[in-house]
């Protein structure tokens, strides 16, 4: 029973950077997986960000690379993504993820691998 705790979400200008954090219970989170996936009112989840148990692999989507980076702290039991030139379309609540059996390939960029979730924090880019 694995708990995430995401942090770091608000309103920001367009152009603007955010830092999200997710914080993981449980002893095991150096072999997790973990992933960002996000979701707009009225759309489904999109993925965002992941990255390997080993921290050797990380895959992110077309939308955000070069803007978004993923990166983890196995000491701390947490991920981070920080957002970097913030557009309006990222805009959503963005969830953080974890895949227990630590995948290393693309099928981290989708939902059906994940085992936990946390509940989201909301990210808003004004205009």
């Known amino acids: 029973q694995v708990q995430l705790v995401e942090s770091g979400g608000g309103l920001v200008q367009a152009g603007g950077s955010l830092s999200l954090s997710c914080a993981a219970s449980g002893r095991t989170f150096s072999t997790y997986s973990m992933g960002w996936f996000r979701q707009a009112p009225g759309k489904e989840r999109e993925f965002v960000a992941a990255?390997?148990?080993?921290?050797?692999?990380?895959y992110y989507a077309n939308s955000v690379k070069g803007r978004f980076t993923i990166s983890r702290d196995n000491a701390k039991n947490t991920v981070y993504l920080q957002m970097n030139s913030l557009k309006p379309e990222d805009t959503a609540v963005y969830y953080c993820?974890?895949?227990?059996?630590?995948?290393?390939?693309?099928?981290?960029?989708?939902?059906?691998?994940?085992?936990?979730w946390g509940q989201g924090t909301q990210v808003t880019v004004s205009s």
């Open positions: 993820a974890a895949d227990r059996l630590g995948h290393t390939s693309v099928v981290l960029t989708t939902t059906q691998e994940y085992d936990y």
């Open positions: 990255i390997a148990w080993s921290g050797g692999s990380t």
